[in-house]
């Protein structure tokens, strides 16, 4: 109210309000700074002792202050404290905690490496150090796991997939049985943000989505961000989901694998230069294909199917202030059918990264990001052949910096530019002697920057805040066509004009501001209340035709016809920890707005076509639903159980008639439960339990008759449900016998036998409405189903 | 797009896992709703259109056919022309076009369909056709490997190419519809085995075509002969549509969502009503080499 009377455009209110913005700078940023008599800092690193990989998120705790901090994605910590004596216990989710008793008079460095805690049977210990992270954390609508507990969850056809097991988790809902795709929030799935080490990954699935391309022996650590997302990240409306890769053992060589029913894996690591150096190559490839040799049926002895990866890291140590990171990913899926048609697709993603210590209290970071994605499908019968090329590739930059100014706060800033280029290529289709077809589909290209700001305050042993914000850029670069419509028809928009854009011009600019809120209120030792707000642009979006992501859906850039989505989301949450910490459970809301929500329109066509900005509808959209979360970390029966309640609803005008409607993966309730059992020292049971009342579906309501052909008649858009979704799957990891060998190295080996979907349940896919061909004149219902139980067996070593 | 469709069709067989039927509950019946399928030659026969009315969803019964509506047609600004109702009992709910009733290219026509108080009303433009100027049928030895039963095309069915050629109409918007007739029997009946070209790309050419109709039943010494028809690139869509909706249904890859095909009829109808105007060719199919 202040402020709005100082705007007030004079020169002598002008002073008056520069003096109050002096004044709210100074209560916000300087009031921390009171009272304090001479400090030091205390930094480091934290890693495993087992392998040297850095630990991400491990907790520094003061006993003291009873206050504390974590690392950084990179192992990374500081924090600062008056001088005196202090214990310091540094812990880590599995790891035996390390207590410390320091002397501080002088800015101290401390790299702390922490041991595996192993889980025995006779004496169930219990780790008493504080394990209230979810409490005290300003983190809200944030989930992280470990790859070891996701490892030990029933895998379909025995493939670990982090992307499956984020499914299981509270807001977060599956695009189909066995399918990678996931849906957050309400939001699409073209609006989650999927990052590996930095690079973001445009199609993250193999196979038509039965598997993700993250190989679970390359990654070390991920976090899912559904709402009070950071300010430095940006550029997708829903989610992010940020992977990193190992860094690979610094300590000895080391080879692990697996050995599966459709696949291999092999991940060798070690160090390089001592202390200095360290890689990782990792590889998988399915062999599904080799099977369908064996086959006497030339129809499927010919067939190609199947899919492979390979991570690769480097780090090297410069020396303490400065560190390199490399990392790549690259990976193929590769179907044909006979010489006559083939099918290929695959991402290929590299960062290099510089670590840079301008201080012990300022960690910065520098990113040059590269990632490309591209399919090709080719068909070749006798005179008849079809070729379509398409490529996306992303240059990018990033600077992050942190700086942990004092104990109360920290700030964030950086900066982000990124080179979009997507050419959906060109496709041929030609019969020899009679025509040739080629339709040339346009290049589109684009600019995206970002900068940021954010301060994380603990304003007193209470109140914790995070705010800041994130300025947004997009620049639509030439060449391109920009088509004009005629939209009298709301149903189908014809082309009327094409303007034709020069190369490298800059025909359209757009701007975002994103600003970004949260808070945390501790109520006691194992309570708080946590809020945030975020604001996002999307400036680049999918054309999706159906829930499941082809590898030809195409991605796009916001342009005249499109604008950039933009998202609210406001989220606040209960979080109580019982039995001394034991036990996590949490209650959050949401509610988010999207403006611009864009859809397909009835009967949209979609494929390789030049025009799809004419088949997609805008208009907005929103999502309100609350979360139930209990979670068990530590002890023999770990995992958790979820539960959701959501709604998500859309209004455009030239869908539906005008008519709200609701997304088609719009589900009321989902009940997911993830555990693991611990049964004796070599055997761990697993078990994963979906329930979820239908989604929402297009259904007929009557049918007629047309030319012969009997056509259903449907009712409005996604106004009724697909019957509801059930799914059972149990695993069982048995350890070998480890041995020694006389270097002291251990060879551990391991089985884990899946079964997927138990009890054989049929859940839909989807629903197709025709005629019964074998009765004609009758219509049927045919739903499209993945079959179970699915068993699978995997062998898994170490040494 | 429908070709380019059916390059994905053998993947999704193999992706889709399996399928079954489903009962599934339906509510909001929406039987009764007016049906119009209204496609009428300029030609000097008598031509029909057919009123029916939707059915519940999984009804067997006999399509529902309207008997006693008033059908007018009205050129232009004209006055209004009956259709009348065909008073054979084996052909109820029909309603026809005399031989003699003839149209104007380039003039717009209503139809009026009232009955118990309701009224439904369509427009539609009778646009102009090129001559053919040659034609030409020959035996296409490719063999299809794909299977679908979405598709009307088996592994090994062979495919007959009607080759022709035209001058194709110098305004932009034309689109033709392709049928043939074996010995003058009409051998395209389904909108799935209708072919259709646009002038998007070659408008105004001299244009050789080359039309795949696949599963012609046809042998040696038979009289083919193809009818090309002016139509609305809409009754374009609306067949693709059609297609897209019925055979493709339920796609993982190929189809869109279930959506109502697309009408010209006003006051809720479905269906659609089309002037056109034909031109035929017809030729003797005999092999490409003497044997």
Known sequence: MYLFVFMMPSEHTFAAYKIMMKKILLVLMLIPFFGIAQKHSISGYIKDANNGEELIGATIFVEETKGGVATNVYGYYSLELPAGNYNLVFSFLGKNPERKQVELNADLKMDIELKDNSVSLETVEITAEKKDQNITSSEISTQKLEIKQIKQLPAFLGEVDVLKTIQLLPGVQSAGDGNTGFFVRGGSQDQNLILLDEAPV????????????????????????????????????????????????????????????????????????????????????????????????????????????????????????????????????????????????????????????????????????????????????????????????????KGDFTFYANSNNTFRWGIQSTYHNFDPGKITAKLEGAFENVTELSENDGLEHGIYLSNEQKLNDKLLLIYGGRLSAFQNIGPDNIYSYDKSDPLFYRVTDTTTIAKNEIYKTYFGFEPRFSLRYTLNKSSSVKASYNRIFQYIQQVQSSLSVAPFDVWFLANNNIPPQIVDQIAAGYFKNLFDNQLETSVEVY?????????????????????????????????????????????????????TWSKTERVIDEINGGKKYYAPYDIRNNLTVASTYQITERVNFGGNFIYSTGRAYTLPVGKYNYNGTSIPLFADRNSNRLPDYHRLDLSVTIDGKTRSTTDRRRIENSWNISVFNVYGRKNPFSVSFAEDQENPGQSKSTMFYLPGPIPSVTWNFRF | MKKFSIIFLALVALLSGCQDDIDLELKDDQSGIMVVEAFLRNISTREAIKLTRTTSYYDSEPEELVTGALVTITEDNGSPFQLKESTNPDSLGYYIKPANFSMKIGSAYTLT??????????????????NIDSMEVFYNDIQFLFASEFVPIAPGDTIYDINITYTELPQKGDVYLFKYYVNDTLA???????????????????????????????DYGDKITIEMLSISPELATFYEVLFNQTDLSGNLFASSPPANVPTNISNGARGNFQVSQPTYKSTIFKPLFQE
């Open chain 1, 202 to 397: 445009y199609n993250a699935s193999h196979l038509f989505n039965f598997f993700s391309v993250f190989n679970p022996d390359a990654v070390k650590d991920l976090t899912l961000y559904k709402g009070g997302i950071p300010s430095r990240y940006g550029g997708r409306l829903s989610s992010v989901l940020d992977i990193r890769m190992k860094d690979g053992n610094s300590k000895q060589f080391s080879s692990s694998g697996g050995i599966g029913l459709i696949s291999s894996r092999l991940t060798l690591e070690g160090p390089l230069v001592k202390d200095k150096s360290s890689f990782l190559i990792t590889g998988r490839r399915t062999y599904a294909d080799l099977f369908l040799r064996l086959s006497n049926d030339d129809a499927i002895n010919q067939n190609k199917l199947y899919f492979y990866d390979l991570n690769t890291k480097l780090n090297y140590k410069i020396n303490d202030k400065n560190r390199l990171f490399l990392s790549g990913y690259f990976g193929r899926d590769v179907t044909g059918f006979s010489d006559i048609f083939g099918f290929d697709w695959g991402n290929a993603t590299g960062t290099l990264r510089w670590n840079h210590l301008f201080s012990d209290k300022i960690f910065s970071n520098f990113s040059l990001i590269y990632t490309n994605y591209t399919f090709k499908i080719e068909g070749d019968v006798g005179p008849a052949q079809f070729t379509w090329n398409s490529l996306l590739n992303d240059v990018g930059f």
């Open chain 2, 113 to 130: 369909i009232s009955i118990d108080d309701e009224i439904y009303t369509a427009v539609s433009e009778l646009k102009p056709i090129p």
């Open chain 2, 188 to 218: 395209s009946f389904y909108p799935r085995d209708f072919v259709y070209f646009d002038d998007e790309f070659l408008n105004g050419e001299v244009t050789g075509s080359v039309q795949q109709f696949p599963k012609i039943q046809a």
């Open chain 1, 591 to 643: 509610y988010k707005y999207i403006q611009n929500q864009t859809d397909i329109v009835d009967n949209a066509d979609i494929l390789g076509n030049e025009l799809f900005d004419g088949q997609l509808r805008v208009g907005n959209g929103w999502s309100y639903g609350a979360e139930f979360l209990a979670k068990k970390q530590a002890g023999l029966f770990t995992g958790w159980v979820a539960y």
